[in-house]
Nanobody, 124 residues
């Protein structure tokens, strides 16, 4: 019913930038919460950033490890979100997942629609 697809991963250099995209498709009336997570080899998946649509305003929050370096935003196409990653470090290497955490559809709410992930590798 809802599909979430990430793109934009790849190889980055320490100190450089990459931008990830997340596109949700389906019969979607709106996405109230969209988040990025990541999972490094041998580690648990961790939350990175979240975009929350509060109706009259938007709110973004970040894990301490990326605060000040990463920015989550919504595109002009309301079902597309981005994660701008600046000042990359080797410890940012991980598979990055987009999770549409709260979606309004024709038939009601859908929670936690995950994408397949996109690999980000940062070299020093």
């Amino acid at each position: 019913q809802v599909q979430v697809v990430e793109s934009g991963g790849g190889l980055g250099q320490a100190g450089g930038s990459l931008r990830l995209s997340c596109a949700a498709s389906g019969t979607i009336f709106g996405i109230n919460k969209m988040a990025w997570y990541r999972q490094a080899p041998g580690k648990q998946r961790e939350w990175v950033a979240r975009f929350t649509d509060l109706g009259t305003s938007d709110y973004a929050d970040y894990a301490d490890s990326v605060k000040g370096r990463f920015t989550i935003s919504r595109g002009n196409a309301k079902n597309t979100f981005y994660l701008q990653m600046n000042s990359l470090a080797p410890e940012d290497t991980a598979v990055y997942y987009c999770n549409a955490e709260a979606i309004r559809t024709m038939t009601g709410w859908i929670f936690d629609s995950w994408g397949q992930g996109t690999q980000v590798t940062v070299t020093s």
